[in-house]
Nanobody
Framework: QIHLVESGGGLVQAGGSLRLSCEAT????????MAWFRQAPGKEREFVAA????????YYGDFVKGRFSISRGNAKNTMFLRMNSLKPEDTAVYSC????????????????????WGQGTQVTVSS
């Protein structure tokens, strides 16, 4: 069992930046992929970014357009999302997730690829 806890959310003005963190406990995640999803009120959960265990391969949602950067800590049980040039439409609850399935171009953005989820951290971007 993996327990995921996100932090770093908050209120920021449009154009600002935030750095989200995800810490995993329960077992080592050296072989797990990790990802960020977000969900705005009344909308479906949306893929944001994913990263492989070594950090060598990353995937991003189309809306990111170079504004966000995903990374992993040296211990592999932590993950970060640096978000720059934030827009009001980025307002959502951001959750991290893990997967032991190999990621590919078909499955990396699918919710059902991921096994464990955190509760999420709220990001609010004011205009």
């Amino acid at each position: 069992q993996i327990h995921l806890v996100e932090s770093g959310g908050g209120l920021v003005q449009a154009g600002g930046s935030l750095r989200l963190s995800c810490e995993a406990t329960g077992r080592a995640l050296g072989a797990d992929n990790m990802a960020w999803f977000r969900q705005a009120p009344g909308k479906e959960r949306e893929f944001v970014a994913a990263i492989t265990p070594t950090g060598m391969i990353t995937y991003y949602g189309d809306f990111v357009k170079g504004r966000f950067s995903i990374s992993r800590g040296n211990a592999k049980n932590t993950m970060f999302l640096r978000m720059n040039s934030l827009k009001p439409e980025d307002t959502a609850v951001y959750s991290c997730a893990t997967s032991r399935w190999p990621l590919n171009s078909v499955n990396y953005a699918r919710v059902d690829t991921y096994d464990f989820w955190g509760q999420g951290t709220q990001v609010t971007v004011s205009s």
